[in-house]
């Protein structure tokens, strides 16, 4: 069975049988942003929307995520109602994985 495994903070084990099924669902909430309206800051991008849709489809038929939602050129507070809806949906034993795909910008720590 090849050469060891390792588990975070379980330390080393080449026992397959020491690992547990994830008893959770699988969701992705994928974020794509390519277009930009202000151009004098942000360039257009070509990538994150071709990309994403293909992360989407690797998500559903190869690794069965229950369910994958895909946001396309969403603004920040668009960002943020879309990660509340997940409270709806997501529940303690489920995994969930939040991809982004766009510019992004650094603050300042007193820049909140």
């Known amino acids: 069975?090849?050469?060891?495994?390792?588990?975070?903070?379980?330390?080393?084990?080449?026992?397959?049988?020491?690992y547990q099924k994830p008893i959770g669902k699988y969701y992705a909430l994928i974020i794509a942003n390519s277009d930009y309206d202000d151009e004098d800051t942000?360039?257009?991008?070509?990538s994150p929307s071709k990309d994403?849709?293909?992360i989407k489809k690797i998500l559903e038929d190869k690794y069965k995520f229950e369910h994958v939602w895909l946001v396309e050129n969403a603004d920040r507070n668009t960002m943020y109602e879309e990660i509340d809806k997940l409270s709806n949906v997501v529940e303690p034993d489920d995994y969930l994985l939040i991809y982004y795909s766009g510019h992004g910008k650094k603050f300042k720590k007193d820049n909140k």
């Open 42 to 46: 942000w360039s257009d991008l070509k």
């Open 52 to 54: 994403s849709k293909a």
């Open 1 to 18: 069975m090849g050469g060891p495994v390792v588990q975070v903070g379980q330390g080393t084990t080449n026992n397959d049988s020491d």
